[in-house]
């Protein structure tokens, strides 16, 4: 029985019109709610945080079928190379099967 696929992108950003830590986190809060909305997922700034126009950003989804997740990663990725606030300097994409039977986590008795 397959467990189902994990992807993940990430993306490294320049945001060139940024000039503060706070005209940073507008933006980034505004992305990551953006692809939190529209493409069901976890994404989070993770590296570069005290930078004023640089991050990395990563989004990672979960799903049953590789082919459907592969387009869903596709459409995160378009959408951090379509908004104009940013520039994608480097971008990291992993699909990957989820080994195993998930493991119980229910009390022990």
Known sequence: MGAGY????????????SGSLKDKRRELRRLVARLRNHHHCAAAEVDYQDLWQRAQVTVALVGSDASELGARLEAVSRAFHTDAAFVVVDELR??????????????SA
Not at 94 to 106: I, K, M, N, S
């Open 6 to 17: 994990v992807g993940t992108v990430s993306a490294d950003i320049h945001l060139p019109t």
């Open 94 to 107: 992993d699909l990957r099967p989820v080994a195993g039977e998930p493991p119980y986590l229910g009390a």
